[in-house]
């Protein structure tokens, strides 16, 4: 679950910009989209190719 603290002298803007990122790097609005409609085995390839890409990117950076 994504929570975001907010400072005693931030404010609301930025304590939602910072939410926004946080839910945007999870993966959460994604993993709604792809909830809500059937994916065809085409399209499951592909994502999870992408994800496969995308987590040996990151893996190679650390």
Do not use: Y
């Amino acid at each position: 679950m994504t929570q975001v603290i907010v400072g005693e002298n931030e404010g609301l803007e930025s304590a939602l910009r910072r939410f926004k990122r946080q839910v945007s790097k999870a993966g959460i609005f994604s993993d709604i989209k792809r909830l809500r409609h059937f994916e065809t085995p085409p399209e499951k390839r592909k994502r999870k190719a992408i994800a496969r890409r995308r987590k040996r990117r990151f893996n190679k950076s650390r």
